[in-house]
């Protein structure tokens, strides 16, 4: 199983390298082609029975996290968000910093220091810091420098014999579903695009997708899964366990109403359990990749995922099969979605 | 009449199926091809020999779609396109099946979340609700088509009037100039159709043809544009400041053809023209609109005046030596 | 380079009307390249060309236009209302003058209803631009004659040279990015490159990096470099900024090709050229975010000048930072070798 190891790489936009690597070696040997372009897609050509025609599956391997833009005289990190994280979220939370993952903490002012009326405000994230302990600047120079990379340091675990709970499972689930589909021929020419950036605005997909000119292309995504205890039913969006989330539209696509029906018809005919992606919120790349060139086919499925963009987030591994079952019968139907 | 079909038609972004069926009608008679493409623009192409031109108006209008059904049979909704929270209530809506539903609220809405609105179908319970209407569809305002004393009133004449405007011209165009008539879909969640259109039509100059606003109305924002003052052509929208060339020849033609124009300042939203003008290399891109009260309605208002001021001035710019 | 800054942002063009003033930078450029024309949109475009065939592209870049007003209608009296084109602060607007370029330019000045007329709660709160106007003494006849709607407006603005090599005036943004281009352009030329060097003035970034798109895809460079200015130090801004005088900010962050990054840090170390490091952790802000992702993508990196009172007509700059751009960037150009390819290699 490759999730447990690929949610475990610190990976946040623009330093994907890591995860980028390890997805190269393990699927090498099933790949006809493999580019690494100038944003940091690695794009794994896998030629089909016929190349009449041209599929391209999406997957990103950013994470959310943050990028150390200052180094106090006490030797604290100022730090950014490197995508859409929630301050509330981050407070009081263990952090991995720069390519050595020196362990540090995001630490806040102790509540009895806090004025009343301070207590229920969320802080700035300009007035947050990192602590990796150093006494000062100097001290911390020795093991940072501006624009290191921290993420969440999270391990992975299994809660129940399906659930799982990681930080980045956005979208390292999708990466683990493509290294399995690539193992199998194809029909037609399939790239698979481990896309860069996803989460600073859909940055790798954008480009990969030029250089691909896919006539059709699914994004394999993970997306909030709103089924907890405050919120009410009709805000559920999708719930964890009940399969596949197959997208009609989001904040960046309406799909085609042939492509995402005939993605829940397919699924019905196998047996595979998906639903209805019900909001039109958030967005991925395949935003960008169906707006590119004079317009491309494109749908998205994705693993429901509870507390995406935290430090912990949950999913089920039945899902995630259900995502890996329904994109592998998009591949060997191809025709039926033309 | 073909104006009133066209605004009766159901077309909320994305789900352009119908308006495309009633639009490719009318211009296949006069086009040398009509296709569509991945993203539901319809395209009509009138062949020459001259400068490659691309008109572009956008066929999709604003709605809803259906998120959740409850047991009783209520229908929660997201909005496609830039819809006015606050003038949604107790409005009514057509599926494309036909199904019309009334949108109302929970108590205590005060800030008109839309979270907290429903649609009521008439259904008794949740299972006779999805045999109506499912999860992903898509309804539309409804708002009957009306003329009288030179003006009209209906839904959706953003943009089915720029629609009719390019179908007109397409009737009546006399012009060696290569030119695509873009029926662009999904211009209300961003522009997206004409993004696309605008990359495989790889135009030279471009004309997108919508609505905007005027600034006739008691009280309301200032604009120098008013109804049944004429064509408007546009200077800049949040999207686009205009090709001046384009401009300037387009104010040129007005004033040699006696055609009644006026200069449009759209200080929010933007056009097609936004997605084309940056297209590949680049695209001298130019914006021709409808002046139209009460925009995102089921109410809108446009004068018949401007519909032909906007048809002359446009043919006149395709039959321009450019 | 102080008087090159003063001519450049003494000239009048805002967001899509950068035809008023691109002569004048064509006629810039000229004299050190081998090629300057203008694309559809109006970007300026200059080449320095190698000899060789087949040469690596970069693409040195810096937004020409200026932020303005634009003419929204004029009243029966003749006073113009008007709206922002790109990010304007319409706190530093009343009182101030303008000067509108119709078919002549008139000179005007921004008034609003008297603090006398106004309730003690509208005192309080900045004004709206929707209840500006801007006063040039005609009458609505007079003015019709030589304004309309869509005409454009700049701020007043004069140049001055303050302490310590800094200036002060309108449009530094970004128009002493130009002039580091200008004086770049000068620096290679007569040396022997490996790479044809396109400097782009790129129109329409005020309103989203509109000109930086198309240019990038009708180049479609190997490398390309974005200069714009940064915030600088000031007494209200001290943590999110930088010192005048403190060289070239190089930024680090997703939107920056590591690799380039760590190039153009290694020439600055070199060199003994100063600079600070400015970390972005997604959108910078700038052409550099746009360029990045244009068609197949292009490794992109971005370099600032420090600006104090950014989008005012008191901009301030120091002309060393500036010059320390086109040292960098001329370094940066020189040393494109045969390798390029390999070291760009993630």
């Known amino acids: ?94 952090v991995r910093v720069g390519k050595n993952k020196i362990p540090g903490v995001i630490g806040i002012k102790a509540i009895h220091l806090l004025e009343k009326s301070e207590r229920n405000e969320v802080p700035k994230i300009k007035s947050l810091y990192i602590d990796i302990g150093a006494s000062s600047k100097e001290e911390a120079e020795k093991y940072v420098e501006l624009g290191d990379y921290a993420a969440f340091d999270t391990e992975y675990e299994d809660l129940t014999d399906d659930l799982i709970k990681a930080k980045a499972i956005d979208d390292r689930a999708g990466c683990a579903i493509l290294m399995e589909l690539i193992k199998e021929k194809p029909k037609y020419d399939t790239y698979f695009c481990f896309s860069a950036q996803e989460e600073v605005g859909l940055r790798g997909a954008k480009i990969a997708v030029n250089r691909i000119k896919p006539d059709i292309a699914l994004a394999i995504e993970a997306t909030t899964s709103s089924d907890v205890a405050p919120s009410e039913e009709k805000d559920y969006v999708i719930r964890l366990g009940n399969g596949a989330a197959v997208s009609f539209a989001d904040g960046a696509t309406i799909a085609s109403e042939e492509f995402y029906k005939k993605l829940l018809s397919v699924a019905e005919e196998e047996g595979i359990k998906a639903q209805t992606k019900a909001a039109i919120t958030g967005g991925n790349d395949a935003g960008a990749i169906h707006l590119a060139q004079g317009g491309i086919k494109c749908a998205t499925i994705s693993v429901p995922c509870r507390y995406i963009h935290s430090p912990a987030g949950i999913a089920s591994k039945a899902d995630i099969d259900s995502v890996k079952q329904l994109a592998g019968a998009f591949l060997r139907r191809i025709d039926e979605f033309y | 009449m073909m104006l009133e079909r066209l605004t009766q038609s159901f077309g909320p972004s994305g789900r352009e199926k119908e308006i495309t069926q009633v639009i490719s009608e009318y211009v296949t008679p006069f086009s040398d091809e009509v296709y569509t493409d991945a993203l539901g623009n319809l395209i009509a192409h009138k062949k020459g020999n001259g400068k490659k031109i691309m008109l572009a108006a956008h066929m999709d209008e604003i709605g809803v779609a259906v998120t959740y059904i409850d047991e009783k049979g209520f229908l929660r909704f997201s909005k496609i396109g830039g819809l006015y929270q606050r003038r949604l209530l107790n409005r009514r809506v057509r599926f494309s099946n036909g199904f019309t539903g009334v949108i109302d609220t929970e108590e205590n809405n005060k800030d008109y979340n839309i979270q907290k609105m429903y649609i009521d179908i008439g259904a008794t319970d949740r299972e006779q609700a999805e045999k109506m209407v499912s999860v992903g569809d898509m309804a539309v305002f409804e708002g009957e088509y009306k003329e009288e004393y030179g003006v009209i009133i209906s839904k959706a004449l953003d943009n089915r009037a720029g629609c009719y405007i390019l179908i007109k011209v397409l009737e009546q165009i006399k012009s060696e100039n290569d030119i695509y008539f873009c029926f662009t879909s999904q211009e209300e969640v961003g522009l997206r159709g004409a993004k696309a259109a605008a990359y495989s039509v790889n135009p030279e100059y471009a004309l997108a043809v919508d609505v905007t606003d005027t600034g ?78 009460y925009i995102h309605s089921p109410s809108e208002m446009v004068s018949k005046k401007d519909l032909e001021a906007c048809i002359k001035l446009i043919k006149a710019f395709c039959e321009s030596n450019l | 380079m102080k008087e090159l800054i003063r001519k450049l942002s003494e000239l009048r063009g805002i967001s899509g009307s950068e035809y008023r003033i691109s002569d004048e930078i064509i006629n810039q450029f000229k004299a050190v390249s081998d090629e300057v024309y203008k694309d559809n949109l109006g970007n300026v475009i200059a080449v320095k060309k190698c000899k060789k065939g087949n040469a690596p592209r970069i693409m040195i870049e810096a937004h020409m236009d200026e932020i303005g007003l634009m003419v929204r209608d004029i009243d029966e009296n003749g006073f113009i209302g008007f709206v922002n084109i790109g990010g304007v602060d319409g706190r530093i607007l009343p009182g101030g003058e303008v000067i509108i370029h119709g078919l002549r330019d008139v000179k005007g000045v921004i008034g609003a209803k008297p603090p006398h007329l106004q309730t003690a709660d509208e005192a309080k709160t900045a004004l709206k631009m929707s209840d500006m106007v801007i006063d040039t003494g005609l009458t609505s006849e007079q003015i019709r004659e030589i304004v309309s709607v869509g005409d454009t407006i700049t701020v007043k603005g004069d140049f001055r040279e303050l302490l310590s090599d800094n200036v002060t005036g309108k449009s530094l943004d970004d128009r002493a990015g130009i002039a580091a281009l200008i004086k770049t352009f000068e620096m290679i030329s007569g040396k022997e490159l490996n790479a044809d060097i396109y400097a782009v003035a790129a129109v329409c970034e005020e309103v989203g990096g509109r000109g930086a798109a198309v240019a990038g895809y009708s180049i479609k460079p190997d490398i390309a470099i974005a200069i714009d200015v940064t915030h600088g130090v000031t007494p209200d801004n001290s943590k999110n900024g930088f010192e005048l005088g403190s060289g070239v900010a190089i930024a680090k962050g997703p939107n920056l090709h590591p690799l380039v990054v760590d190039r153009l840090l290694g020439i600055a170390k070199e060199k003994d050229i100063k600079y600070t490091i400015e970390v972005e952790g997604g959108d910078t802000g700038t052409d550099a975010w746009i360029l990045q992702v244009v068609d197949e993508g292009i490794p992109t990196a971005l370099l600032s000048i420090p600006l104090r009172y950014m989008h005012t007509t008191v901009e301030t700059l120091n002309i060393k930072d500036a010059e320390a751009i086109s040292k960098l960037l001329a370094e940066f150009c020189l040393r494109i070798d045969d390798n390029m390819e390999e070291w760009l290699c993630f």
């Open chain 1, 1 to 94: 199983m490759f999730l447990k190891k690929l949610c475990e790489f610190d990976c946040v936009s623009g330093n994907e390298k890591a995860v980028r690597d390890y997805i190269r070696n393990e699927i090498y040997q099933y790949a006809d082609e493999i580019v690494i372009d100038s944003i940091g897609n690695l794009i794994v050509k896998r030629t089909g029975v016929s190349s009449k025609k041209t599929v391209m599956l999406d997957a990103h391997t950013d994470e959310v996290g943050f990028i150390i833009s200052g180094i106090t005289d006490k030797g604290f990190l100022e730090f950014k968000t490197v995508g859409g994280i929630d301050t509330r979220v981050i407070i009081s939370k263990r």
């Open chain 2, 216 to 293: 006739d109305t008691p009280n309301c924002p200032k604009m120098a544009v008013n109804l049944g003052g004429g064509a408007a052509v546009k200077v800049m929208d949040r999207s686009v400041i205009t090709n001046p060339d384009v401009r300037i020849k387009l104010i040129e033609l007005a004033k040699k053809n006696n055609i009644p124009y006026q200069l449009e300042i759209m200080t929010d939203g933007g056009t097609d023209a936004g997605a084309i003008h940056t297209s590949r290399e680049g695209v001298k891109t130019g914006g021709v609109s409808v002046p139209t009260r």
